[in-house]
């Protein structure tokens, strides 16, 4: 199945320090998804998004929805180690089922 | 309190035998998913199911069967013609093209 290119695909980073991911697609999606994963747990959802160059934040987390509709940016704010986990994004179009996933991102945070 | 509940956490298979993973969610939802997700890879979809009495297979449907009785539930059971079913199972429910929300996950493994 289709899935959604999504970039870095693993990143240390000190605490503190700003972190940016970023998922890209061939198709056009109206919501994207950005979720966090932990080890043996079902994935969270973080933030959605709905309209094209919408920008939306979660305490220390701001993403935003591509102007183009094919892509979607994350980014992490002052990182703390409890942000480590598995990081990935999510696509649809509306009045449809299907959802696309990224590949994840895998941030470690050196405390 | 509102959300998806997957059981068991831990799932043990003999050779030869089937196994059913239970999910039950009360968000309302007319949506229902199953996905796998394998070590260090994304999720890939099983099978889903838009409204009661109907499901439709995904991208990896040979060996899983479903079944969509009640709004609320929406089990798979693993059968034996599933070769390689060790893995992480994820369940899902959301309304079309909306947020997406999972349950915590079971493990199965092959005895």
């Known amino acids: 199945g289709q899935q959604l290119n999504q970039s870095p695909q693993s990143m240390f980073i000190q605490e503190g320090e700003d972190v940016s991911m970023n998922c890209t697609s061939s198709s056009i999606f109206n919501t994207w998804l950005w979720y966090k994963q932990d080890p043996g747990e079902g994935p969270v959802l973080l933030i959605a998004l709905y309209k094209a160059g919408e920008l939306t934040s979660n305490g220390r987390l701001t993403a935003q929805f591509g102007i183009t509709r094919k892509d979607s940016f994350l980014n992490i704010s002052a990182s703390i180690p409890s942000d480590v986990g598995i990081y990935f994004c999510a696509g649809i179009t509306s009045g449809t089922y299907k959802y696309i996933f990224g590949t994840g991102t895998r941030l470690k945070v050196l405390a | 309190d509102g959300g998806i509940t997957q059981s068991p956490k831990y799932l043990f298979r003999k050779e030869g035998q089937n196994v059913t993973l239970s999910c039950e969610q009360n968000l309302n939802h007319d949506a229902m998913y199953w996905y796998r997700q394998d070590p260090g890879q994304g999720l890939r979809l099983i099978y889903y199911?838009?409204?009661?009495?109907?499901?439709q297979k995904g991208d990896i449907a040979e060996g899983y069967s479903v079944s969509r009785e009640k709004k609320e539930s929406f089990p798979l059971t693993v059968t034996s013609a599933q070769k390689n079913p060790t893995a992480f199972y994820l369940c899902?429910?959301?309304?079309?093209?909306?947020?997406?929300?999972f349950g915590s996950g079971t493990q199965l493994s092959v005895l």
């Open positions: 199911s838009q409204i009661v009495n109907d499901f």
């Open positions: 899902a429910s959301s309304s079309a093209g909306e947020k997406l929300f």
